[in-house]
Every structure is written in structure tokens, then in C-alpha cells.
């Protein structure tokens, strides 16, 4: 059975059981080069649900502020490895009910880019298939088809997960993947390393650079499933106003440093905001900066261990501060 089937088949049987009110998975958008987002309420429709690489939504974003109504709904979801730890970090902080949510973990394999795809190609894409593991079939509206390993047009992060399989799940679709040595490895920062050699008044004028282009459209916000403070966000308050609404590169370079101090600790590079920025800001870039800096000070992995508190609620005179 594959792990879609798997899907299917939870979804049907948590709703024909009353176990949730709701399942979340994904589903084909407007043609098979699109995944988004489903919503099922009916067995029947659990037919709907899909499961492939281009399945790049991290689901848990939909259960966060207070959960969805009904306020007593119970909610079934998928979580891919990345999406697990967002929703560990989520329970660590009693910020979603355990007891209202049903948990679908699906191991994975790795997701592709898909605007990675189409900056490969002039015409729009309109089917992306897979004939066996590791191989993608482009083909475009102008008929043109092209063969691709998957390694090549795979999400950055992909290429360095140390987590494929659910860290918290009911029940897991489909065999696991094999996973890295963790207790040998560290997580892997090489992309940090060009960022990491500049100097300070460079690192400066870079970011000021890249958050020039930011529009402000709260995307990045939106889309992230560990961003919880909706209605108390510093970012949106007016009165008082305690970050600037003009758009310029110091303004937008504060919006998003406050971004990323709200979820340092619980980021899990999950890069939603990446995908989600339209003008194609490497937001997950920052955040992993401070995922490193906080791994290299206590040791600590966002959404890794269901029992552990968040670093950020632990003081510990073990670690490098309470010496």
C-alpha cells in the first residue's frame, strides 16, 4: 500500500469514527504541477487526498491561533518531518490541545522546488509527474517535456534533513525513511558559511540590500506555524506603533529581525516563509542564523523532543550562561 493509500485510508476511517470533526491534508490543485491544501469532512471525499513531492504545504500552519473553529472541533492532519517539529514545538508550549488532534506523519523523501522548476522553463508548467523515485517529468503548455533527478530541483533545506521521518504522529503512512546519524552529525549550516565571513558593517549593508524588496504584505507571518501572537503582534499594533509601517530598508529589516526573535527556539526551518515571499527574500536563511547560534550555545533543536521545554523557558546552570 503507498503511503497516499495510507492517507486515504486514516482520513476515512478517523471521520466514519466520529475521531475528528475535520481532516487537513493535501489535495491537486488546478492541474497535477499544483498540491494545496484540503479540507475533508466526508469519508467519501478522503479519495481526494494525495500524497507526492510537490506536497511542499506545512499543514500545522492551520491549527495554530487558539486552533479553528468550532471551538471543540477535533482535527485530523498530515505532518511531514519538517511539519512535525513545528507541531512539537506547538505542544511544548501548550499552544494547540493534544487531545483535539489526530496526527497523520508521513515520512519523506524530499519536496521540490517548484519555482526552482519553473525558472527552468519559458512556457507554464501544466503536469509534474513522478514514473519511478528520484525522477521528475516536467511538461509545459508549448508540449515541452523534460526528465529531472529529484536531488536537483529539490527545497534547499531538503538536501540536509536530519529529520524524514514524524517526530510526533498516531499513526505513520507507509514505511520510514532512513534517517542521518544524528549523534554523530551536526545539523548542516554550509549555506550560512558565505553569510558567516563578511564582516559586520557588510552583513549590514547586505540585509539592508535584500530587505529593500520587502512589500510588507505579511506573508511570511501568515505562513508560519509557529508564529501564534495574531492579535498582539508588535509588527501589526497602531496604537502605539512600535515598528514603523513605512516600507524601506530599515523599517523592513526591523519587521522581520522581530520575526525572528518571536520564533527563535522554535523555528524549525521549515522554510514556509521562503516559499511564501513573493519577492523571493531568503527569509529561511535568517532564521537559520539563529538556529545556529542557539544550537552552538545550548545544544538545542527546535521541535525535537515532545517532553523538553523550549530553551527559551529553561535556565540552566550547566550551559555556558550559568557558569
Not at 509545459?140 to 529531472?148: D, I, P, Q
Not at 523555528?267 to 552552538?296: Q, W
Request: with cysteine.
Amino acid at each position: 500500500m503507498s503511503r497516499q493509500d495510507h492517507i486515504r485510508e486514516f482520513a476515512a476511517n478517523a471521520l466514519t469514527e466520529k475521531r475528528v470533526d475535520y481532516f487537513i491534508g493535501w489535495k491537486q490543485g488546478y492541474n497535477s504541477s499544483e498540491m494545496i491544501p484540503a479540507f475533508v469532512t466526508d469519508p467519501a471525499e478522503a479519495d481526494q487526498l494525495v500524497w507526492n513531492p510537490l506536497c511542499h504545504h506545512n499543514l500545522v500552519t492551520f491549527i495554530k491561533r487558539n486552533m479553528p473553529e468550532p471551538a471543540d472541533a477535533k482535527v485530523g492532519l498530515c505532518v511531514k518531518g519538517c511539519d512535525s517539529r513545528t507541531l512539537v514545538a506547538l505542544l511544548q508550549e501548550g499552544l494547540v490541545d493534544k487531545d483535539r488532534l489526530y496526527v497523520v506523519g508521513v515520512p519523506c523523501d524530499g519536496i521540490v522546488d517548484r519555482r526552482k522548476l519553473e525558472k527552468m522553463f519559458s512556457s507554464e508548467i501544466t503536469e509534474i509527474e513522478f514514473p519511478e523515485r528520484g525522477k521528475v517529468k516536467v511538461t509545459t503548455r508549448a508540449g515541452e517535456t523534460k526528465e529531472l533527478d529529484q536531488k536537483d530541483v529539490e527545497l534547499i533545506g531538503c538536501a540536509h534533513c536530519r529529520y524524514p521521518n514524524p517526530l510526533y504522529s498516531d499513526n505513520t503512512a507507509g514505511p520510514l525513511e532512513k534517517e542521518p546519524d544524528r549523534e554523530e552529525t551536526k545539523p548542516d549550516w554550509s549555506a550560512l558559511e558565505q553569510y558567516e565571513s563578511l564582516s559586520d558593517d557588510v552583513k549590514q549593508a547586505l540585509l539592508e540590500k535584500i530587505y529593500a524588496t520587502c512589500i510588507r504584505c505579511f506573508a511570511c507571518i501568515h505562513v508560519c506555524p509557529v508564529c501564534v501572537c495574531w492579535d498582539k503582534c508588535v509588527n501589526r499594533s497602531r496604537q502605539p506603533e512600535l515598528v514603523s509601517q513605512k516600507v524601506g530598508p530599515k523599517e523592513n529589516l526591523l519587521f522581520q529581525m522581530v520575526h525572528m526573535f518571536h520564533v527563535a527556539g522554535r523555528c524549525p526551518s521549515c522554510g514556509a516563509c521562503d516559499r511564501a515571499c513573493p519577492v523571493e527574500i531568503p527569509l529561511g536563511l535568517l532564521h537559520a542564523k539563529m538556529n545556529k547560534e542557539i544550537y552552538d550555545m545550548f545544544g538545542f533543536e527546535p521541535g525535537v523532543k515532545l517532553d523538553e521545554k523550549p530553551v527559551f523557558q529553561v535556565f540552566d546552570l550547566k550551559d555556558q550562561f550559568g557558569d
